[in-house]
Structure formats: C-alpha cells, structure tokens
C-alpha cells in the first residue's frame, strides 16, 4: 500500500475528532493527539456570534494510550443551548508553544468539504432522518458504505432542514477477530510509531506483547501461541481456530488480535487516514504459499479501504454518530452460550483478549454514548496508565482488575430522549443464560434488562429501538439456526436471534403488547450482511401494536450472493401465508408483511449489497422512506410498503408473509 512521506515529528492529531453525542446544552466529541493538547472549541451558529469555549480539565480528559498516543474525551456542557435545525460552524484551535493557533483546515484539511473554511453540524429537534448500518470489515472487496455516507452529507451539507440527525452504528464497526495479514502488520507499524502500551500475557507461549509480534505463528497462526496441553484444546477450536460457517459467516480468527495496543491501533487506522501517513508500508513477513496468496489478495482490498477513508472521517466530523457493540467488536460469538463463556473466561489468555477488546471499545465508542457512567472506569484506565513498567508495558494486575470489572459492566445501553425516542439495546452483555443445557443459545436480554427496556417505553407514542440482531429476521435461516443449536452446533450457524431463546422472546411480544407501551416502533439492525424491511402487526384483542423491522448491513461486508438467493427463495415457499408451518413457529400471532427492494430480481424479499441505510420518519414516527444507498455506483434501493402503488404493480406474489 502506497504511504505519504514519513515525517519525524507526528502530526498532533492522528484520529478525529468525531461529534458523538450532541445536545443543545452539551456537546461530546472523541479525538486522539500525539501529545496532550491544548484545545479552543469555536462554534458559529448561523446568524449568531462567534462564539469561543477553552477546553480545560473540567470537560476534556485525556487518557494516555502510549508514549505518542492520547485520548482526547471532549464532555462540554454549554451555560447557553445551541439553536436546533441550523447550521453551526465549529473549529478546534490547537494552541503551540509559542502561542500560535491551527485549526481543522490546517492540520486536518481532508475533514472539510469542498469550499470550506470549517466543518459544520446540525442539532436536529427531531430524529426522524436516520443514517444506519452494521459490519464494517475493512478487507472486504467492495467499497465503504460510510464513504457513500459522506457523498449523500455533500449533496445537503448546506441544507439544515435535509441533514441526518445522527448515523447509528448498529455493531460490528471494528472486526477485532478477522483481521487481514497487512492490517495486522499496519497495525504493529503504528504500534511501534506510537509508542502503545505493551502487556504481559499469561496463559500463552509468548510472555509479552513484544514476544507476540515477533513470534513466527503472530501471522495467520495464532491459535499456535496456546500451551499444547489437552485442556487447551477445545478453547484453540472456539476461539481460535473457529468453526466453519459456509452458510453464515465464515471464521477467520487466525489474526485475532489480543493486546489492548492491537485493537488501540485497529480502531485508529479503521477510522483515519491520518496513521496510515504515518507509518512506513510494512513488509510481508515469511509466508507459506496460501498464505501469500492470502495476503496480496487482502492487501489489494485494504488500497480500496484507504482510498475511501478521508470520507468516512469526513462524515464522522459532521454527523452525531452513536455506537454499540456486537460481537466482531469483541470476537466471534461473544457470550453466545453459557458454554462459550465457560470456555473463553476460564483461561487467562482468551480472557485477557476480550476483556482488552472491551476496553478498547469502552474507550472509543462505549464512552462517546453514555458518557456520565464511566468515570469510575476512566479512573482506574488513568491508574493503568500510570503502571508501565521501563518496557513501557502495563502492570498485569492491574490489566486483569480493570477488566473483571468491565465484565460485570452493565451500563453499555443508553436512551435518547427525542422524539421519537430512540433506545439502544446491550444485546451481547446481559443474557439469558441457559443453566440446564449450557450448549445451548442465551437469550439476547435477559428478564432483567428486558424490564428496564419496558420501564423507558412506558408511556411514549412512538420508539426506535436498535437491536444489533433482527427482532425479526428471515424464517428460514432462524429456522436452519434452532435445528443445528437442537442438534449442539450452535457455533456452527451463529445461532443468535430473537426466536432461538422462548423466554426473551415471549417477554418481548408481551412488551410489544403492553397497554402503556407505544404503538409504534421501528426496530433497527444490522448483523446479518443482507438488508431488508418489514411490515409487522401484533394481533391482540385491545390494541394492534406497529412494527417496522429494517436491517442494513454490511457497510463493507456481503453474503454469498448465490446462497442467499436460495434462502430466499425457500423461505418464501416455506412459509407463505398459507403456510401451516407458521403455527410452529414463536410468531404466530403476528402478521408480517414485507417490504419488497425496487430493484429486485422476481420475488425477492431481501438485499444484497455492501452500503448504508436511511430512514425516514413521519410526525407518528412511522417509516415514511426505507431506502438502502449503494456502494459501486449503484443506485440506491427503496423498499416498498407492501400497498404502496409501485409495490402492487411489481408483485408476482402476494405481500403478506409470516416470515
């Protein structure tokens, strides 16, 4: 991959900044220095006065991640509120020694749009203009459904009223276990440049870090770092070696990364050009022929990813952007079964690599979400921090207490209070373990969570809910998914969905039923690598309750095209409305009806293509738009509801179907 000129001085920003949660009265922003800053935040609404905020202690706080390596947690509450629905210009003014300021145009030009001197933002009143998506896998061919993002934000970036009211990242933004070969030697390159923390490793060949990146099996063998002992064994085949998953997903965990510094430095290069500038092109190391092979296959893909990168930094500087975790943020699988958490958290070496991807999220999407109920966490990073011996590596106990806490953390949802107020959910955290048959799939949420959520919902009119898996996905492959976790190769098909737990499942119908809970939703996912939209009602004698399932993914990711369609295909046969397999089934006393792709092939319900999602919402918060933009020039798929004009004309079946 082609590389700037290598500078012997970094620049002071190497990522960001990004808008997260945005208020009229407060303002959160995430950005990394090579050095503390000193920052001035400017902000000009339209029509109003400069306006200049100095960025001390009190609402900035930076985390020291390596020698040339600082998080920047910009939490600003403002004594006067930002006007909604208008454009306000901002600028950060970093301060140098000698006094002299430079702001985004001079140290961060590829932030700003064509013709301006400064990036904007928009508070919206209301969230109903979405941007959404999921699985972001940076060597996969196609192109970045953010950068496609980006081009949608130029078209209106002077337009207030047009603007996105925020991008919602549904899961998977970081594929932290399927990690191409060059983006795990970019990653060790930034490594090295910054200066990242290193660690001590227990339960693995390699004492250290250091010994890991050195290590002839770091390269695409990493389950070989285990001790060959038999105890190992089935932990280097859950967690490392995989399972194949030719229908779902395919494992890739051979790179899976494992120090906090490795997913630290994943994170900077997946969302700015900036590192990729400034480390040198990192050699191959000593590869068998597959592996080879392998390689310049992913390193052709990753000259896609950085090409495309300056635009999806671009779109995270204008938009609020909120985030939550699925499992590749983690790894493959996370908290899948009470049996898979017995295996990953009873061995020190497996627990050590998720607790440090849950760290590493913790500090650059967890945190931006929900900002108030990390402090503590934050405080006890700051100790971490402190800890780094003369190696420059962290304290192994101190590693080890942090993360067992992050692992009772229950506080990764949050609530925005919008309208319509949009909720979003910790699928992967709180689950509903089975106790008796531990093979066997969690539930989603467990009794507890799922509670609260019907605690927030009380009393409103409308809600979007984000689920990183469908609520209600396609029969089908739920279907394919319960016989293989019957049968006790839940690994297998990534058996995650609403439908596989009865328990989580029924209390969510139940919620949905509920006297004092709003009768409309719209439920966003991703997860799955197909899109698609869904009309559902909920039959029942007081109230008739209205679902809107829409699923965008992958922003760079697909299914296998060919196997899909067959899915598809069947599943419609299967379980058409006349179907009498739909009374076996957790929905039948539901009615739902898809939304057909405008462009599609006959009959086809669901929507291959990497890209992003958008909806739009009406004054009821129902979905007035459903649109799928496309990468690769393609143009953009609209779903259709199922009586709209266009869709009765193009069907050659009819629109009801218990899916």
């Not at 050195?214 to 990493?222: K, T, V």
């Not at 592996?291 to 390193?299: F, G, I, L, V």
């Not at 966490?377 to 402190?386: G, H, I, P, Q, R």
Request: net charge negative; with cysteine.
């Amino acid at each position: 991959m082609t590389q700037l000129d290598i500078s012997d001085v970094l620049p002071p920003v190497v990522a960001g900044p990004i808008l997260r949660r945005l208020e009229p009265n407060r303002l959160v922003l995430w950005l990394v220095g090579s050095t503390p800053l000193s920052l001035t935040l400017l902000l000009e609404p339209a029509g109003e006065t400069l306006r200049r905020v100095t960025l001390d202690d009190n609402c900035c706080r930076t985390v020291a991640m390596g020698r040339h390596a600082w998080l920047h947690l910009i939490d600003l509450s403002l004594p006067e509120a930002l006007p909604q629905d208008v454009l306000i210009h901002y600028d950060l003014m970093i301060a140098s020694d000698t006094g002299s300021e430079a702001g985004i145009a001079e140290w961060a030009p590829h932030l700003l749009h064509e013709g301006a001197a400064r990036p904007n933002l928009v508070l919206r009143s209301r969230a109903d203009n979405i941007l959404y998506g999921s699985c972001r896998k940076p060597h996969h061919p196609s192109r970045d459904g953010l950068a496609r993002a980006d081009e949608l934000l130029a078209e209106q970036i002077s337009r207030a009223e047009a603007r996105p009211a925020l991008l919602m990242m549904c899961g998977d933004q970081v594929y932290a276990d399927d990690v191409a070969g060059p983006m795990l030697a970019a990653i060790h390159a930034l490594i090295r440049r910054l200066g990242l923390y290193g660690e001590c490793l227990d339960g693995a060949v390699v004492a250290d870090s250091e010994a890991l990146y050195n290590h002839p099996a770091s390269y695409y063998r990493r389950e070989d770092l285990l001790p060959a002992f038999k105890p190992n064994e089935a932990l280097r085949e859950r967690f490392f070696g995989g399972v194949e998953k030719p229908i779902f997903t395919t494992a890739n965990a051979h790179n899976h990364l494992v120090t906090l510094a490795e997913v630290m430095a994943m994170y900077l290069l997946a969302w700015s050009p900036v590192p990729w500038q400034v480390i040198s092109s990192p050699p191959m190391p000593a590869l068998d022929t597959e592996h080879t092979a392998r390689w310049h296959t992913e390193a052709a893909a990753l000259q896609g990813f950085c090409r495309d990168l300056p635009q999806a930094a671009r779109l995270f500087a204008h938009v609020q952007t909120l985030m939550i975790f699925d499992d590749h943020d983690v790894t493959d699988d996370w908290n899948l079964s009470a049996r898979w958490e017995e295996t990953a958290y009873g061995h020190p070496f497996s627990r050590r690599i998720v607790g440090n991807a849950l760290l590493a999220y913790m500090l650059c999407q967890g945190w931006g979400n929900r900002p108030e109920v990390f402090s503590e966490l934050l405080d006890e990073m700051d100790t971490l921090s402190a800890t780094v011996d003369e190696h420059d590596r962290l304290d192994a106990a101190a590693q080890d207490g942090l993360i067992d806490r992050l692992l009772g953390f229950d506080q990764w949802h949050y609530v925005l209070r919008t309208y319509p107020t949009v909720i979003v959910l910790d699928t992967r955290t709180r689950r509903w373990r089975s106790r008796r048959l531990l093979s066997r799939p969690s539930g989603l949420m467990d009794w507890e969570s799922l509670t609260e959520l019907q605690h927030e919902l009380l009393d409103e009119t409308a809600s979007v809910i984000v689920s990183p898996t469908p609520m209600f996905g396609v029969k089908l492959i739920e279907v394919i998914q319960r016989i293989c976790a019957f049968a006790g190769h839940a690994l297998t098909v990534d058996a995650e969905n609403w439908m596989a737990h009865r328990g989580s499942a029924s209390v969510m119908l139940n919620i949905f039923r509920h006297s004092r809970t709003p009768g409309n939703y719209v439920i966003l996912s991703g997860d799955v690598h197909y899109s698609f939209a869904y009309d559902v009602q909920v039959r029942d004698r007081d109230r008739t309750p209205h679902i809107w399932q829409i699923t965008s993914s992958g922003i760079k990711n697909e299914f296998p095209r060919r196997l899909l369609d067959w899915l598809d295909r069947l599943n419609r046969w299967l379980y058409s409305p006349r179907s009498p397999l739909n009374w076996f089934t957790q929905r039948r006393d539901l009615e739902i009806s898809p939304r057909l792709p405008d462009q599609r092939h006959r009959g086809e319900r669901v929507w291959n293509g990497a890209g992003i999602g958008q909806v739009w919402l009406d004054a009821q918060g129902r979905p007035a738009r459903i649109v799928q933009h496309n990468v690769g020039g393609r143009p953009s798929t609209e779903f259709l509801a199922p009586d709209s004009p266009e869709s009765t004309t193009a069907l050659v079946e009819p629109p009801s179907s218990s899916v």
